[in-house]
């Protein structure tokens, strides 16, 4: 398995909050500490867009849409990243994914949905 494995969405109220976690697959541990990563989302019929990103050095950035709602952070020890998504909006509804910046193409996971009721 080299996919990366995501979870941690559901449905929530506006305004709720929610944290996605990204597991590295056991194929690239050995090598995650120094990749630089980003969480992804997708809405059906649009293309996947780059929400928010962390440097192996722990710089991030964000998209403007998700800015001031949204954390990213990493934990290298657990090979894990998270997505700390507060204030969710309506507009948030998307399926999640975690992937390299450079979004290699056998590191796609399965995604977790996350869906914001008004």
């Known amino acids: 398995q ?12 506006a305004g709720g909050s929610l944290r996605l976690s990204c597991v590295a697959p ?5 090598v995650f500490n120094p990749l630089d990563m980003g969480w992804y989302r997708q809405v059906p019929g649009n293309q996947r867009e780059l929400v928010a990103s962390i440097t192996s050095r722990g710089h ?9 709602r ?3 952070s990493r934990n ?3 090979k ?5 998504m507060n204030s969710l909006k309506p507009e948030d509804t998307a399926v ?3 992937n390299t910046l ?9 995604g977790t949905q996350v869906s914001v009721s008004s």
């Open 80 to 84: 894990t990243m998270y997505l700390q």
């Open 70 to 72: 949204f954390t990213i």
């Open 2 to 13: 080299v996919q990366f494995v995501e979870s941690g969405g559901g449905l929530v109220q």
């Open 96 to 98: 999640y994914f975690c």
């Open 102 to 110: 450079r979004q290699t193409t056998d590191y796609w996971g399965r």
């Open 76 to 78: 290298n020890s657990r």
């Open 26 to 30: 056991r194929a690239i541990t050995s």
């Open 60 to 68: 991030t950035n964000y998209a403007d849409s998700v800015k001031g």
